[in-house]
């Protein structure tokens, strides 16, 4: 178990001894900060338009083609809409309207449902990938909307893998710099 958990485990056994502390003076408080500071989030690493299309170009390359295919236009999707990675590998092909620009996602955070338009650009790359998936992958084993290079679902890892793969072709991921696939659906560019 890593402190950050502890640290949690500790602040409910706190609040508890103060609650008892409050009926029996001596109640003993556990000390705060035991485990070291609160787990601080990573800077976030700016993504230039350069970067973002080095990026594209970068996934032409992998092979098998449907491989480089999804990961084209799932990095361009994040890209250009602010969608978070786990909305975008489990859109499944009814949440995607290409006649009118937009994504429903599911089980958003908080478990709500949102509306995601899309710019007439991002409408044309997704509706060119659909039509590049299913002439790569006639019969898939999934319904979602980005498939994986045997036609079923994409999984978290295999994205984060491919992503750091390309991220390290294009010399973007290199020394201390790891910029991550969570930054990357920040950019929010228009492709054009």
Not at 16 to 39: C, K, M, N, S, W
Not at 95 to 108: F, M, P, Y
Not at 163 to 185: C, E, K, M, N, W
Request: charged share 20%; glycine share 10%.
């Amino acid at each position: 178990m890593q402190a950050i958990q502890w640290a949690h485990r500790l602040g409910a056994v706190r609040g508890f001894a103060r609650y008892l502390h409050a009926i029996d003076p001596g109640t003993e408080i556990p000390p705060a900060g035991v485990f070291g500071a609160r787990q601080q989030r990573p800077t976030p690493y700016l993504y230039s338009a350069a970067e973002v299309s080095g990026l594209l170009q970068a996934t032409q390359a992998l092979r098998p083609p449907l491989r480089a295919a999804t990961h084209e236009s799932l990095f361009g999707l994040l890209a250009c809409s602010g969608m978070r990675i786990g909305e975008a590998i489990g859109m499944t092909r009814t949440d995607v309207d290409l006649g009118d620009g937009i994504i429903t996602i599911r089980h958003a955070k908080f478990d709500r449902d949102r509306i995601v338009p899309l710019h007439p650009s991002a409408t044309a790359a997704l509706r060119g990938y659909a039509v590049r998936r299913d002439r790569l992958c006639p019969a898939p084993r999934s319904d979602r909307f980005f498939l994986s290079s045997v036609g079923t679902a994409l999984t978290y890892s295999g994205v984060h893998a491919t992503f750091v793969q390309v991220s390290i072709a294009t010399g973007l991921r290199a020394g201390t710099r790891r910029p991550r696939i969570h930054d990357y659906a920040d950019v929010g560019i228009t492709t054009t």
